[in-house]
């Protein structure tokens, strides 16, 4: 009987093998061990492939997220604003971030240095209804969004939701009724009818144009607007990888953005058998902790992941910002840790990249000028850094490897790149040794393979703690970095015990300290 009994096992393990390769699209494929994604919002695509090779590459990030590629509304009042890229007029590929052919080599290039690109696509709706006509429109094609007419797909007035809305304005009014944040426009935008069999054609054309020029997968927007069953027929649509770069079968990695901190009838969970999901309630929560808001400690996240609430590990993309809330748009508010705060932000993020939850994305920023009326910001609007036409600059880099004319790059500030290593270096292991002092001192490690320390607390810390790694000296890669045999910042003596002493300043730069497998001298 227990041959039988294994016989049966064995033949529930292949089912459940065959029933995961239709909606295998968990996996994001990343290659060489490397685990963190950046998104480089709003950078050109010859920025991006030299980014790739010249930075990403060699420093073990696995992916990029790039903006939307397709064509897309221009705006002049207000001037070029970011958010014109959230309005597609076509699937042609010219966007802002430059044509086709460079969309083709930024790919080429990425793969061949192992970095793979994730491409944001805005398939739940259209422009504006007031987007008006005419050729103001990335790829000089003409549209008429008071016809809904984009005949360069084409998609008519056909191919729209309207006639199933039920609210007099014709947008979502309540986020309490489901079915008005489906069938309804999202401020506006012209709502995509994805129940048609030719919507979906023509949406999974698109995709699977990038899919076989070599990206691994989509960060998919605005998919509470859509419903799970014509999102599960269009992404059942799409091609396997290509197979110059990734194994055969591979299905592309989709993840969904569904703001879902609670309290609406749409909840991430009806998204997590098509891919994973945005967790926003990661960021909200943990910009929260490190701000020290509504009681809130450090000390409280041993339990950090699940034990939260968060959706189940395997289904979570998380990030600490994204392009929405660091600017108010979107949800988390106030709490979210932005580079505008750079020292919240940088412990915020190296929390992430050393906590095993979930695919970890970093933000890369443009920065503008800010402008408060009653507490909101009247310039969230601005596009990125660009010339007075509207076209979008390059990214300049600085002899000490910063960025200039306004990007920000925090993928590249010391702090946040070493501990994108960290997570590489770390990979697999679980989470352990943790320690607090029941406030905002906390440290944990993964596995022997790696420990942090934080002091988040208006007091030093000064304390022995098992980091749980073999003994040695190690180089601290937040206040330096170790190169060579040499260390530019903290040394961390750890005995052969696995105990090792700490003293972190809360006055220094960066009240947290990093150790890993690597970085021992
Ligand atoms: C622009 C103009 C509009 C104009 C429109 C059409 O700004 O005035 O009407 O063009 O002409 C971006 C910009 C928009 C821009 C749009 C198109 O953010 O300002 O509109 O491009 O150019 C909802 C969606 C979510 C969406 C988010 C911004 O569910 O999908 O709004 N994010 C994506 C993209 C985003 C993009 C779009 C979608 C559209 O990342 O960049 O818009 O392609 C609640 C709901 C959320 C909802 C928010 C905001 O959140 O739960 O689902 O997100 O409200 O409406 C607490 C709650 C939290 C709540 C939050 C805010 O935190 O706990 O649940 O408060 O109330």
């Known amino acids: 009987s227990d041959i039988i009994f294994q016989h049966h096992i064995f033949k529930l393990f292949i089912l459940l093998a065959l029933l995961g390769l239709g909606a295998a699209q968990h996996n994001p494929h990343t290659k060489h061990g490397r685990t963190a994604i950046v998104h480089l919002f709003e950078w050109r695509w010859a920025d991006i492939a030299a980014e790739c090779e010249r930075f990403l590459a060699p420093n073990g990030y696995a992916g990029v997220q790039i903006s939307p590629p397709n064509e897309h509304i221009t705006l002049t009042s207000p001037w070029y604003p970011w958010w014109q890229r959230y309005q597609p007029t076509g699937y042609n590929l010219c966007s802002r971030s430059g044509n086709e052919n460079e969309l083709r080599d930024m790919i080429t290039r990425c793969n ?44 008519t007035n056909m191919d729209f939701n309207d006639h199933k809305c039920r609210t007099g304005s014709g947008d979502i009014e309540n986020y309490g009724d489901a079915n008005q944040v489906r069938d309804c426009r999202l ?15 023509k949406v999974a054309g698109f995709m699977n144009k990038l899919v076989d020029m070599g990206v691994a997968g989509f960060r998919v927007d605005a998919c509470k607007h859509m419903w799970p069953g014509d999102l599960q027929n269009t992404l059942g649509r ?34 997590f058998h098509l891919g994973r999901v945005t967790e926003f309630k990661y960021g909200a929560k ?43 748009h979107g949800a988390g508010g106030a709490a979210i840790a932005t580079f505008w705060d750079p020292r919240i932000h940088k412990m915020a993020v190296a ?6 939850y979930g695919v970890a994305r970093v933000m890369s920023s443009f920065r503008w000028d800010r402008n408060f009326v009653n507490g909101k910001d009247q310039n969230d609007w601005i596009g990125p850094p660009s010339h007075g036409n509207g076209a979008t600059k390059p990214v300049p880099i600085n002899p000490d490897q910063t960025c200039g004319d306004g990007w920000v790059c925090e993928h590249r500030w010391r702090q946040i790149k070493n501990m994108a290593t960290f997570r590489n270096v770390v990979n697999g292991q679980p989470h352990a040794n943790w ?34 790694m ?41 009240p947290f300290v990093a150790i890993h497998a690597d970085s021992k001298l």
């Open 187 to 201: 401020v506006g935008l012209l709502d995509l009818a994805l129940e048609k069999d030719y919507v979906r054609g």
């Open 286 to 328: 943990l910009g929260t902790i490190f701000r020290k808001w509504n009681g809130e400690k450090l000390s409280y996240t041993k339990s950090w992941g699940e034990g939260w609430g968060f959706m189940p590990d395997g289904n979570a993309l998380v990030f600490i910002d994204n392009h929405d809330n660091q600017r108010g």
């Open 470 to 510: 073999p003994g040695g000296t190690y180089c601290d890669v937040v206040s330096g970095n170790k190169d060579g045999g040499r260390c530019s910042g903290k040394q961390i003596q750890v005995g052969g015990d696995g105990h090792a002493h700490f003293k972190i300043s809360n006055q220094d730069e960066d």
């Open 112 to 155: 061949n240095v192992g970095v793979n690109i994730y491409v944001d696509v805005v398939i739940n709706h259209m422009c504006g209804a007031g987007g008006g006509e005419g050729t103001h429109s990335s790829c000089g094609g003409w549209f008429s969004a008071s016809r809904k007419d984009f005949p360069s797909i084409p998609f």
């Open 435 to 468: 320690w607090d002092n029941q406030s905002n001192q906390v440290a944990f490690g993964r596995g022997n393979r790696g420990f942090i320390v934080f002091n988040n607390d208006d007091w030093n810390l000064d304390v022995t703690l098992n980091t749980g």
């Open 351 to 356: 929390y992430m990249l050393a906590h095993p």
């Open 238 to 271: 799409l091609h396997n990888l290509n197979t110059k770069w990734f194994s055969g079968g591979s299905r592309p990695f989709i993840y969904q953005e569904v703001i879902d901190l609670g309290g609406e009838p749409i909840t991430s969970r009806e998204y």
